[in-house]
Nanobody, 133 residues
Framework: QVQLVESGGGLVQPGGSLRLSCAGS????????IGWFRQAPGKEREGVSC????????YYADSVKGRFTISRDNAKNTVYLQMSSLKPEDTAVYYC??????????????????????????WGQGTQVTVSS
């Protein structure tokens, strides 16, 4: 079955960096887009970044643009989220997700529905990121 496993979270000071990993198995990884979502306490889960299967498109929410970089290594079935210049407001549980037949995430740039967490069936367990001094 489809499995996604996140890792790399932790406690970091403001201005610091972390790299999250999302490892997948049980599906044809090369043909699936992967999205990163986050959920802060008391807030709704939101789409932060995604990368298409062909690596020719990546999306970033305005709140993380210029600070986060998404990449993928298909040989390792892994997507990375490099987070830099972290702020306290980045504190959240970070999840990776995908869905049946989802190859292209370019809709994320102009469709709130495409970024809706309810559109995605496959999720990891999440990894906690805490930005605090």
């Amino acid at each position: 079955q489809v499995q996604l496993v996140e890792s790399g979270g932790g406690l970091v000071q403001p201005g610091g960096s972390l790299r999250l990993s999302c490892a997948g198995s049980g599906f044809n990884w090369d043909y699936y887009a992967i999205g990163w979502f986050r959920q802060a306490p008391g807030k709704e889960r939101e789409g932060v970044s995604c990368i298409s299967s062909s690596v020719d498109y990546a999306y970033y929410a305005d709140s993380v643009k210029g600070r986060f970089t998404i990449s993928r290594d298909n040989a390792k079935n892994t997507v990375y989220l490099q987070m830099s210049s972290l702020k306290p407001e980045d504190t959240a549980v970070y999840y990776c997700a995908t869905d049946h037949g989802w190859e292209d995430c370019s809709l994320w740039s102009h469709s709130a529905i495409a970024r809706d967490p309810y559109e995605y069936d496959f999720w990891g367990q999440g990894t906690q990121v805490t930005v605090s001094s």
